[in-house]
């Protein structure tokens, strides 16, 4: 049970980091693009009814994407991880 803990533990602290990284890459480009002098609402607010559907459509197929990157991932893991089941009992000498 430690070791799966830990690894939870890693993975969660790896996650952590990932969305942290995310978020400052995020506001990066948001700084950006105001420096550029170019409001995201703005260009927002000017997209029409079918630009707004073909975005939705591109984040649907982008978030399914990781979605089944996730699920493959989680499955190799799955695979891969020895189950208490499989491990050799404890050495008892016979003597």
């Given at each position: 049970m430690s070791q799966e803990n830990e690894r939870?533990?890693?993975i969660m602290a790896e996650s952590e980091a990932l969305i942290a990284k995310v978020?400052?890459?995020l506001d990066e480009a948001e700084a950006f693009y105001r420096?550029?002098?170019?409001d995201l609402e703005a260009l927002?607010?000017?997209l029409g009814p079918k630009e707004k559907e073909e975005?939705?459509?591109l984040l649907a197929e982008d978030k399914a994407a990781i979605?089944?990157?996730v699920d493959e991932e989680k499955a190799r893991l799955s695979f891969n991880s020895?189950?208490?089941?499989?491990?050799?009992?404890?050495?008892?000498?016979?003597i």
């Open positions: 939870a533990e890693r978020q400052r890459e420096e550029q002098g170019i927002e607010r000017s975005v939705a459509r979605e089944r990157a020895p189950s208490q089941a499989s491990r050799p009992g404890k050495f008892r000498s016979m």
